[in-house]
T-cell receptor, first 114, second 113 residues
Framework: AQSVAQPEDQVNVAEGNPLTVKCTYS??????LFWYVQYPNRGLQFLLK????DNLVKGSYGFEAEFNKSQTSFHLKKPSALVSDSALYFC????????????WGAGTKLIIKP | DGGITQSPKYLFRKEGQNVTLSCEQN?????MYWYRQDPGQGLRLIYY???????QKGDIAEGYSVSREKKESFPLTVTSAQKNPTAFYLC????????????FGDGTRLSIL
């Protein structure tokens, strides 16, 4: 079965430090991977995606993600965290078995401390 | 600006009552989705539609119904059969094409009176 996991419920980072939010996946074919961010009482905003090509994908708000096929991971990163980055982050993978719907991770709460 | 509009932002349901959540998009997207979000959980798919006049059940369709009479609109009805409807409901749409991301509205928070 295809799946995606976000192993950390919460990540705490000091402002100005680099941040990483982890995501691992399990799919039978080539993965289409996505990262979204959600601020309180708002919808999800698309950050970036990996379809094919360069393993380092750049997205919105200075975020980037590294696709690692051997480790089946797609970790979200940012070189220098801002307090305004504090939010809920979701990783998702396209489900090849179910009409190309998305399989969602449970989400990781990112807290950036001043 | 193009986008997805969900209304109302907050909704209260009485026992035995059906309520309808509105979702309208002006992005000209073919596919539309309804998700339910509970605290501490990820998104769960309720229904989706890939074309007008066609829709499919997602993982938790029981107690919900939808229609897709127009490309722009995909309303969700929470029926009295849904015994635990309190949640945050999110509507999304997507262009056709496997790599296209979903775009989300700002949600409707439904509570029981």
């Amino acid at each position: 079965a295809q799946s995606v996991a976000q192993p950390e419920d919460q990540v705490n980072v000091a402002e100005g430090n680099p941040l990483t939010v982890k995501c691992t996946y399990s799919v039978s074919g080539n993965p289409y991977l996505f990262w979204y961010v959600q601020y309180p009482n708002r919808g999800l905003q698309f950050l970036l995606k990996y379809i094919t090509g360069d393993n380092l994908v750049k997205g919105s708000y200075g975020f980037e993600a590294e696709f690692n096929k051997s480790q089946t991971s797609f970790h979200l990163k940012k070189p220098s965290a801002l307090v305004s980055d504090s939010a809920l982050y979701f990783c998702a993978v396209r489900d090849l078995d179910s009409n190309y719907q998305l399989i969602w991770g449970a989400g990781t709460k990112l807290i950036i401390k001043p | 600006d193009g986008g997805i509009t969900q209304s109302p932002k907050y909704l209260f349901r009485k026992e035995g009552q059906n309520v309808t959540l509105s979702c309208e998009q002006n992005l000209n997207h073919d596919a539309m989705y309804w998700y339910r979000q509970d605290p501490g959980q990820g998104l769960r798919l309720i229904y989706y539609s890939q074309i007008v006049n066609d829709f499919q059940k997602g993982d938790i369709a029981e107690g919900y119904s939808v229609s897709r009479e127009k490309k722009e609109s995909f309303p969700l009805t929470v029926t009295s059969a849904q015994k635990n409807p309190t949640a945050f409901y999110l509507c999304a749409s997507r262009e056709t094409g496997g790599g296209q991301p979903q775009h989300f509205g700002d949600g409707t928070r439904l509570s029981i009176l």
